[in-house]
């Protein structure tokens, strides 16, 4: 991997960055060299290469976990997956408009999606996290036109699941990708906004007065104002709009309470103007043209749907004027709407025209038009379907790096370009660096490259009492940074010349790469391994650990430990209550676990603490939100899963280890955490377990 950007540094002091106005950092930082690598691997990805005052660091007294001190050479980690798309890409907000992707703010609303049954339907979101990296692009192209810019490993969801842009993009060759067989959900590309020209605004003003607007002779008390115009909606925002037209042609109104609230009926607003020259201005404004631009023809279409029109399950004009329905009609024939005119159902009853297609049609309307009033223009709870129209043509690499941005919504999801688009799950444990909760996580990595030399320092003080030593219980030590770092070879070596007790827990391969030095070790001290496996899936491993090893490679670690003599421990961990913790499940598991050669097995339930409960919960609602409610009342009581399940959990998996002859405590030699961590059949207290570590 070569350096491209090595010739700048960030100066941090005590904790404080004194430089580029970054935040106080929680670590004892002195300064930091920013680098990134031009390996695919690492694309987008920050590394603030730091030398750290310590390494050996005391675990909080309150700690739950089962050691005392840790070494910890990475601070944020590359297992986590990333999830992005082009800057420009335009997002369907709560108010039925769109914004570019770029623009998003946390704290907006968006439409996502949620599953009722077996239908997915639209409902409005919130944006929690919104983030940038630069990756390599590929270009999705539809049968109906519509053109994604996206990385090779987002996901959007098709009539056969979630899928990856491309396998190209993602650290897995076998996710499931893309391909000319699948169709995606949702209503296909949005309309560009008509442009804010005149003549669209005189068209507003037609279809809005013609509607519902009244120009006419006063009443009585009014005479000597012969004629005047009135304007009244319960929605303000069709009002507001209109003034502002009306104002750029010299136009003052005034605007009037018409009707004050009442029980469930809402207030109602009038502007209106009596004025001579104002009215005749109106009515010269809102006169039909012989021919009507394009402009106009938009203008007008969403001034009457603003004034007599309405979308619930399909969208809708009344009117009692033929003459303004039939001005509607030749706009939508023009723009290429499939409709239906019915006649009044009685004498002087209104005309109906009704647009056909669905909810794509629908958001077509709305986007190519604007109507101003946006409860109008609502689709929650509206079905979110596929057709053949939004069926792959084809994925192409673009073989360049552009700029893409990503969010975290509520949901799990958002509707990018009329696709409903997969979103990152961005965790907030990465706040103790006090970086963001989204891109930062996964892309800006501290590596405390003096940690060897610091370490051999440190275990060579007299004040070091040879205390075991625990590696991998905050973030992952051979994670995929390791590989470019290669920290753990010396920090190893360090710990075996001094003959202290160590022990690492990883869901990583690279520590096959450092066997001849735990070899070693092992002969000159205690030495703990054990990897993280908790369930088999392989879906469900794509859809949660993306970023990890599958479990089967897990498993061919255990393996090449078990036959290099260790007594490999395997902690199974996290079992995700109503997905992993079945009998059949966890049999099978343990069958493998034993199968691979592992000395012992631990269960470790799901807890869900501050930050891994906001990714996990997101993730949950939106792959499987019929588990929702049921966690919602196992967490209830805080980050750890009652005793009761605890101890059920362990049950289950007492009874596979004893099956399949596992059924023994973690050993001295080899436990993948403190020598003296709870025991599986000690694990099921009333109280958090201690064996239960941060494995999210």
Known sequence: MSNICSNYCMRWDHLKAAERGQPELPLGLTSAAVRTFDTPGFAGMIFY?????????RVPGGSRVPFQWTINPYRGCTHACRYCMSGDTPILMADGRTRPLAQLQEGDSVYGTEREDTCRRYVVT???????TVKPAFRVTLR??????ASGDHRFLTDRGWKHTSARGTDQSQAPHLTSRNRLVGTGRFA???????DYRRGYLCGLMRGDGSIGTGPE?????????RLASADIEALDRARHYLAEWGVSTTEFTFQRARGNRRAVAEIRTSAEANVAAVKALITWPDLPSLDWRKGYLAGVFDAAGECRDYLRIDSADPAVIDLAAQALDRFGFEFIVSGPAKAGGSVRIRVLGGAREHLHFFHLTDPAITRKRSIAGRAAKGSGMLQVVAVEELNLDVPMYDITTGTGDFIADGVVSHNCFARKSHTYL?????????????????APELLRRELAAPTWAGKHIAMGTNVDCYQRAEGRYRLMRPIIEALRDAGNPFSILTKGTLILRDLDLLRQAAETTTVGLAVSIGFLDDELWRSVEPGAPSPSRRLDVVRALADAGFECAVLMAPILPG?????????????????????????????LRPGAREWYLN?????????VEHYRRLYQGGSYAPGWYQREVTARVRVAARRHGLLRAASHRTSGVDPHATAPEEAASDEAPDTQLTLL
């Open 144 to 149: 109906d036109g519509t053109s994604l810019l």
């Open 579 to 607: 997905l992993t913790d079945s009998p059949e499940q966890i049999d099978r598991a343990v069958a493998a676990i034993a199968a691979a050669g592992a000395g012992n097995v631990t269960p470790i339930p799901l807890h």
């Open 619 to 627: 993730w949950l609602a939106s792959a499987h939100p019929q588990l």
């Open 221 to 229: 008390e009014q005479a000597g104002d012969e004629d005047r115009l």
């Open 192 to 198: 560009q906004p008509p442009a804010d020209t005149p």
């Open 126 to 132: 919130t944006v929690l996290a919104h983030w940038s």
């Open 49 to 57: 290469e730091i030398r750290a005052k310590s390494i050996i660091n």
């Open 434 to 450: 006090d970086l963001d909760t989204g891109r930062d996580f996964d892309s800006r990595v501290v590596v405390k490259v003096n």
